[in-house]
């Protein structure tokens, strides 16, 4: 039973350009969570969400930032007109249905860097 | 509001010596609270949990954590470290679970690094 997989797990980009983040949860599992952590930081929420529906986007960032998760397919994580500051590893995480257990298995992660 | 304090930021110890990581948590319900390692470059990985029940968690490679309500505390422990056990330790409480979700707010880590 594969694990979270995230892809790519490096990616550079130039101010002002788009990054796109996936994450693919493990089998089974229809909840998908999005943390980001700063360099010598802990892990931040960002956004909680279901097939098809955002659930709790209450650390994402107002602007340049979206997520979703589509009845097919990876959950993507989308940073518009990347900064500096977003600069920091992304990591995807995936649970059961709540009823089925309360841990979340974590994706290894997408390094981000902007130049 | 709801939060976890990890007050060792680095910790270094001799192989086989015990071990202790310390965290600390404000949440106003009865907490679910985790360790997680993470090594370098690595995702994190779950240690151990704690929902109820015993208050003495025993999680994989030999660490286990005790839960005090009365120090509001979950500290992680190993009676004897191995070199490979050098990592980030995170401690998290989750959130929103009266919603049927788990939001997990962590720590700022312990990085632990370990002599021969």
């Known amino acids: 039973n594969a694990g979270v997989m995230q892809n790519p797990r490096h990616l550079v980009r130039r101010r002002g350009q788009e990054a796109r983040l996936r994450c693919s949860p493990m089998?089974?599992?229809?909840?998908v969570y999005w943390y980001r952590q700063l360099p010598e930081e802990g892990l931040k929420f960002m956004v909680y969400?279901?097939?098809?529906?955002?659930?709790?986007e209450s650390g994402m960032p107002k602007e340049r930032f979206s997520a979703e998760f589509p009845k097919e397919g990876p959950s993507i994580l989308r940073i518009q007109q990347v900064v500096r500051g977003d600069s920091a590893a992304y990591f995807c995480?995936?649970?059961?249905?709540?009823?089925?257990?309360?841990?979340?298995?974590f994706g290894p992660g997408t390094r981000l860097t902007v130049l | 509001a709801q939060s976890v304090t990890q007050p060792d930021i680095h910790i270094t110890v001799s192989e086989g010596a015990s071990l202790e990581l310390r965290c600390n948590y404000s949440y106003g319900a009865t907490p679910y609270l985790f360790w997680y390692v993470q090594s370098p470059g690595q995702g994190l990985q779950l240690l151990l949990k704690?929902?109820?029940?015993?208050?003495l968690v025993q999680g994989i490679k030999g660490f286990e954590a005790e839960f005090k309500r009365s120090q509001s505390s979950f500290n992680l422990r190993k009676p004897s470290v191995h070199w490979s056990d050098a990592a980030e330790y995170f401690c998290a409480v989750a959130t929103g679970v009266s919603g049927g979700y788990n939001k997990l707010i962590f720590g700022a880590g312990t990085r632990l690094a370990v002599h021969p």
């Open positions: 969400l279901q097939k098809e529906n955002i659930i709790d």
């Open positions: 704690y929902f109820s029940g015993d208050t």
């Open positions: 089998k089974g599992h229809s909840h």
């Open positions: 995480a995936s649970s059961p249905p709540p009823h089925k257990g309360n841990e979340q298995f």
